[in-house]
């Protein structure tokens, strides 16, 4: 079945970088992009960025825009995110999903979600 | 702030039928097609919705959707104790070069 495998927990510093990691199965990996999602504790989703499965072109948002670097390796069916210069408020649970190759449709399916604390 | 809106809360007795609301505005919701997310208590979202009003194989029937210009709305009929969670629209907006937003969640109650 389609299934998305994300890294475990981490806790970092203020300052520090975190890379999350995706691993993909069930499906034709280049056929569709990845999308990342996080949610601060007790808040909403919020969309953070979307790469294209051939990693020729990616997105993300303005308030992550130069601290996020979204790639993803071919050859062994997994996208990363990478978060640098991390403060407390970026503590949340961050989630993967498989989106169309614009990065414009649904998510489907997420995976479990990957907790990074920020703290001192 | 969300660039989608949803009402904080709804809530209805087992077998009544919920109605969740999400206003956005032209760059979203009325340029694009919606979808809507389940997320249950302590697990990820699940695709509940996808382009406005169809359902994923797997999602019972008594989950429906619509849009109508700016705005879409999401119902649960025959509601259950299971359907308990928080319910989230999106769409992608075309201003700014192009993003995915989400609504603010709803939080339905089975009383």
């Known amino acids: 079945q389609v299934q998305l495998m994300q890294s475990g927990s981490e806790v970092k510093k203020p300052g520090a970088s975190v890379k999350v990691s995706c691993k993909a199965s069930?499906?034709?990996?280049?056929?569709?992009?990845i999308s990342w999602v996080r949610q601060a504790p007790g808040q909403g989703l919020e969309w953070m960025g979307w790469?294209?499965?051939?990693?020729?072109?990616?997105k993300s948002s303005q308030k992550v825009q130069g601290r996020l670097t979204v790639t993803s390796d071919t050859l062994t069916n997994t996208a990363y995110m990478e978060l640098r210069s991390l403060r407390s408020d970026d503590t949340a649970v961050y989630f993967c999903?498989?989106?169309?190759?614009?990065?414009?449709?649904?998510?489907?399916?997420w995976g479990q979600g990957t907790l990074v604390t920020v703290s001192s | 702030q969300s660039v989608l809106t949803q009402p904080p809360s709804a809530s209805a007795t087992p077998g009544q039928r919920v109605t969740i609301s999400c206003a956005g505005s032209?760059?979203?919701?009325?340029?694009?097609?919606v979808n809507w997310y389940q997320q249950l208590p302590g697990a990820a979202p699940k695709l509940l919705i996808y382009s406005n009003h169809q359902r994923p194989s797997g999602v019972h029937d008594r989950f429906s959707a619509s849009k109508l210009g700016t705005s879409a709305s999401l119902a649960i009929s025959e509601l259950q104790s299971e359907d308990e969670a928080d319910y989230y629209c999106a769409a992608w907006d075309d201003s700014l070069g192009g993003f995915y937003v989400f609504g603010s969640g709803t939080t339905v109650t089975v009383l």
């Open positions: 032209r760059s979203n919701i009325g340029s694009n097609p």
């Open positions: 069930g499906y034709k990996f280049t056929n569709f992009g």
């Open positions: 790469i294209a499965p051939d990693n020729t072109y990616r």
């Open positions: 999903a498989r989106t169309g190759v614009t990065g414009e449709d649904w998510f489907d399916p």
